[in-house]
């Protein structure tokens, strides 16, 4: 695109904007690094950066049990993950049925889940239904709001591609479940994977609400580490933070990796797909 088009598009900032930009810029780094800075000198003045507070971290127990709390995480995000793309594309397909009496209660279950606050949820199966195993009342809290959310990425997903695709379909005399599976899913899901790993990292943090209900996952067991722990200086409470925190986010960084790179796959394999121009 040339200069003139992109001055079209574009106004560029002149010297006056580009100095209050670059001081507003200055300014929020300024703010943010001393937000930083006040948060570590209350945490020091507290004691939280003690070597006694931090040495709790060194026994080979402590460090099984947050180990087994990691373990537990992805267990409960693994089944979690699996059931709501499941009923994701359950509910998704009631959506986009052309019969009323299976589209409306469909939308109702969708909106009602999606509605539903899921720490309120969560709770509820716990202490209704599975008051003796924590694990299935969080899996099955987090299936039923992420697989609403899940259907809502899968039906917006169709929803946006091309009318023609399914038209042309219909005209060769194809029935409509052979138009979804074949014409236009494997279309839309390069649109929808994004979406759905996002929504995916979403159920991985969210496992740690398992916590209320006592689900031994990552952060009850730091929780609890850091509870039943006395030093001389306190509980550990700062620096299980500290340690938990970066697990969550590693684990939520390398399923964003695989969501970019399978992104990237789909894309490669689009192209290769794509005849060459005459």
């Known amino acids: 695109m040339s200069t003139q088009n992109a001055s079209v598009l574009y106004d560029l900032p002149g010297p ?11 300014l929020g780094v300024l703010g943010i690094a001393g937000l930083f800075w006040y948060a570590f000198a209350s945490l020091a003045d507290a004691g939280q950066f003690s070597g006694d507070l931090w040495s709790v971290f060194e026994y080979t127990t402590v460090q099984q049990r947050l180990a087994d709390g990691a373990v537990a995480t992805l267990e409960a995000f ?88 399914g038209e042309a379909a219909y005209a060769l005399g194809m029935r409509k479940s052979q138009v979804m599976l074949l014409i ?50 306190g509980y550990p409470f700062i620096p299980m933070v500290l340690i938990v925190a970066p697990i969550y986010i590693g684990m939520c960084l390398a399923l964003s990796s695989l969501a970019r790179w399978l992104e990237a796959r789909g894309r490669r394999g689009a192209n290769r797909r794509t005849p060459d121009a005459a």
């Open 184 to 233: 236009l899913v494997p279309q839309a899901v390069r649109s929808m994977l994004p979406a759905m790993i996002g929504q995916l990292v979403v159920t991985l943090k969210d496992t740690s609400l398992g916590f209320v209900i006592t689900y031994p996952e990552l952060l009850y067991q730091g929780k609890l580490i850091a509870s039943t722990t006395s030093t001389p200086d």
């Open 78 to 165: 693994g089944l979690a993950a699996l059931g709501s793309l499941v009923l994701g594309t359950a509910l998704a397909a009631g959506r986009l049925s052309d019969h009323r009496w299976l589209s409306a209660p469909t939308t109702a279950v969708v909106e009602f889940f999606r509605a539903m606050p899921l720490l309120i949820m969560i709770f509820a199966l716990y202490q209704a239904v599975f008051p003796d195993q924590p694990m299935w009342a969080l899996v099955l809290g987090l299936t039923l709001y992420n697989g609403s959310v899940q259907a809502e990425i899968i039906r917006s997903g169709i929803n946006a591609l091309p009318r023609g695709q």
């Open 16 to 26: 006056r904007a580009k100095v209050r930009y670059a001081t507003f810029g200055v």
